[in-house]
């Protein structure tokens, strides 16, 4: 008998409850990926991501090849192209990775209906894309935590799912066909320093990290020029790599320290990802939804876009906020501090909608996904779950603190390569002649004046 396996955020042979679980059932097995048109509809089809799904695809084809079988790609309506083949290789059952997001919740609903109506079942696996299911720990009366510290303490007393290997042998049906599979040549407006996808790119990068990475990671993540973060979140998103596995290898990588401060602080970061997956499938609306604290009135206008454009652009005057803006667009990421304190700048201090803010990372972002973008965002404007939503990140001491050598300005701003810190971070206190031999722009707003106006927006907003 056969099964289909639907591939989604899940583009791995590692550690797949899905695969494993079709094929210890069924004897030959249809591993299916739907470049779904609805997807692409909603604005996510952004030229990083397509360019870093093209090398994630071509390696999990590659990956199968190597075990006697093949990738089969079909584009079109997700829950009719399941029913095609199906239909086309008389399929019994079909397996897939449980999503969050409002869509992925539907999809499994429509999926679902339409194969029921043909006797075939569908078996939507947990815990596949994150470590724990969404529902798996519960505060009492409520359908998610809010917080991150108490979801973090029950997540942690979770007991470790097994991580399984990759298969060893994957037989597919004859006869199958495929559209040809996307080539990243072939996108165009890709950043020029986007990294590569793919399993294998995962699984030599998770190694790296753990070799070299891990130890120093609780000091210096927050190090925008060292730049000490594990890199491995556009393979989490892609699903490259299990975030089941990941905290696993840490943790064993880790042993001998019985509490390994870098192994911790890493799975900590890892169970913020679970967290955010949590609140958005308790609550898909938040997806573009105030979390709480619902605020209308953003400043809107042609001064508040003007000054969202200079934000995109990196020449808001700010050289800390200016740098990480421009590595997102060079990479297609950003360091999260550079994440943090960009959004703060956009959402406090120029006091424009996270909607925003989030829509342009979503367009650059290679690891952007809705629960962490949108609940980030939600986090930095004081809309989502952070406990203290009125905190306000002054860029300069944010610079000061996070880049006090000023090599992370230094790197993206060459504008400015030729001055030191700590006067980097605030080019405009130097004196006119001085300040004349940087062609820089000055602050397009003053803090003080952000603040204030963060301050009444909240006061009667
Ligand atoms: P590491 O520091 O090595 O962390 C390991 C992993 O933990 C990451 O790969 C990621 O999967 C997870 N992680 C770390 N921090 C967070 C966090 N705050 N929330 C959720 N997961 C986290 N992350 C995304 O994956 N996609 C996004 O679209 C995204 N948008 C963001 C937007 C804003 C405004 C902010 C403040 C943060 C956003 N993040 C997002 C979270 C975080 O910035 C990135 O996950 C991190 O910078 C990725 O780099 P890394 O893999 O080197 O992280």
Known sequence: NVAVVLYTSDLRLHDHPPLRAALSSCDRVVPLFVRDRAVDAAGFAAPNRLAFLADCLADLDAGLRERGGRLVLRSGDVVAEVGALVRECDADEVHMAAGVSGYAQAREERLRAALEAEGVRLYVHEAVVTVAAPGAVLPAGSDHFA????????????????????????????????????????????????????????????????????????????????????????????????????????????TGHAADPGAEAFVRQLCWRDFHHQVLAARPETAVRDYRDRRDRWRTGAAAEEETEAWKEGRTGYPVVDAAMRQLRHEGWMHNRGRLLTASFLTKTLYVDWRIGARYFLDLLVDGDLANNQLNWQ???????????????????????????????????????????????????????????????????????????????????
């Open 147 to 254: 917080v991150f510290t108490p979801y973090f303490r029950r997540w942690s007393e979770l007991p470790p799912r097994p991580v399984a290997a990759a298969p060893r042998s994957v037989r597919v049906p004859e006869g199958i066909g495929s559209d040809p599979l996307p080539r990243r040549a072939d996108v165009t407006g890709v950043s020029p320093g986007l990294a590569r996808g793919g399993e294998r790119e995962a699984r030599d990068l998770l190694r790296r990290w753990l070799r070299a990475g891990l130890s120093r990671y609780a000091d210096a993540h927050d190090d925008l020029a060292g730049d000490a973060t594990s890199r491995l979140s556009p393979h989490l998103h892609f699903g490259t790599l299990s975030p089941t596995e990941a905290v696993h290898r840490a943790r064993t990588a880790a």
């Open 379 to 461: 986090w930095a404007a004081g809309t989502g779950t952070d406990t203290r939503p009125n905190r306000v990140l002054n860029p300069v001491r944010q610079g000061l603190r996070y880049d006090p050598a000023g090599r992370f300005v230094h790197r993206w701003v060459p504008e400015l390569a030729g001055l030191d810190a700590p006067k980097v971070h605030e080019p405009w206190r130097l004196p006119a002649p001085d300040r004349a031999r940087y062609a820089y722009p000055d602050p397009i707003v003053e803090l003080a004046d952000g603040l204030d106006r963060f301050r009444r927006g909240r006061d009667t907003g």
